[in-house]
């Protein structure tokens, strides 16, 4: 019964709640074709006008453009569509890790016992 | 009572004397605890050294996220929303600047992850795919110079951070 109790009251505080006003979830794009510094500062300076963008960063030596929104005002995929319908990278595509992805990496970010609990019990539920 | 008490106001001159001719930390450079509005949460305050230190390793972050010789190491950046309401970026930030403000002599702040060795040693962490090498670690410190750079930090503050930064080299760097 307390194990159950134990259970439930994890699973309460560690999951996923709902985005707020201070969330702020990064994103990227990858371009798929070469782009130069001019463009990289227009879509820099086009997506620091856009609604709930946080901070940019479009990398030309990679072809890869990095930014921070709130959840709250806009989503990544609207973003995305956005900057397509009005830049001629036609080609680029975000990048979304895949689960596998998610599950390595990122040491700093390392497994915590109450993660571990929360991916366990999660799946229990 | 009265014992304790005259002991320890006879002691607190010398105390407090001593305590200001220590050596100025490279948290202290960067602002220490004086306290200041914090840009990201209005309303709110944070010490100063913390948000230097928080601005180098969101830039470093971002460099990171774009820069292809190690952005695998960290697609977790790009998790959504986790536990606690963190997204992985916002849990990857508050970590870093956690680990850097005790590592540069924050008082006020714990850092509660793994050990350096541990957390980049898939036997102890499962997180990690494989070990790093030392073109990775290298990278790694360029991108982190490069925040520092976006963020105004002077050379002599660089190399200090970059002083820190290369005694985890060893730890880090497992093949």
Do not use: C, Y
């Given at each position: 019964m307390l194990s159950a109790v134990l259970c439930v009251h994890i699973y309460l505080v560690t999951r996923p709640k709902t985005p707020d006003a201070t969330t702020i979830v990064m994103a990227r794009v990858d371009f798929k074709q070469d782009i130069n510094q001019e463009d990289a500062d227009k879509i820099t300076n086009w997506l620091y006008q856009q609604k709930g963008i946080d901070h940019v960063l479009c990398n030309p030596a990679t072809d890869i453009l990095i930014f921070t929104f709130f959840p709250v005002k806009t989503s990544a995929n609207e973003v995305v569509e956005n900057l397509k319908a009005n830049f001629k990278y036609s080609k680029m595509v975000r990048f979304i890790p895949s689960e596998k992805d998610l599950q390595g990496g990122c040491p700093v970010a390392s497994n915590s016992f109450s993660y571990k609990a929360y991916n366990f019990i999660r799946h229990i539920f | 009572m009265l014992p304790c008490i005259l002991i320890t106001l006879a002691f607190a001159p010398s105390c407090k004397k001593s305590s200001s001719s220590s050596p100025k930390t490279l948290y202290d450079s960067l602002g220490?605890?004086?306290?200041?509005?914090?840009?990201?949460?209005?309303?709110?305050?944070?010490?100063?050294?913390?948000?230097?230190?928080r601005s180098v390793v969101d830039s470093t972050i971002f460099i990171i996220a774009a820069d292809t010789s190690i952005n695998k190491y960290f697609t977790v950046l790009l998790a959504e929303v986790t536990a606690g309401n963190l997204s992985g970026f916002s849990a990857l930030s508050k970590n870093l600047t956690d680990f850097f403000c005790v590592a540069t002599g924050a008082k006020d702040f714990t850092y509660t992850g793994k050990s350096m060795t541990a957390a980049h040693d898939p036997a102890q962490n499962s997180r990690m795919n494989g070990k790093a090498d030392a073109a990775d670690f290298t990278q790694f410190v360029n991108d982190l110079v490069a925040g520092s750079k976006k963020n105004g930090l002077s050379d002599q503050i660089i190399g200090r951070l970059g002083t820190i930064v290369n005694t985890l080299q060893s730890q880090v760097v497992q093949r």
């Open positions: - | 220490g605890t004086t306290m200041v509005a914090d840009p990201s949460n209005p309303g709110t305050k944070i010490e100063q050294g913390r948000l230097g230190i």
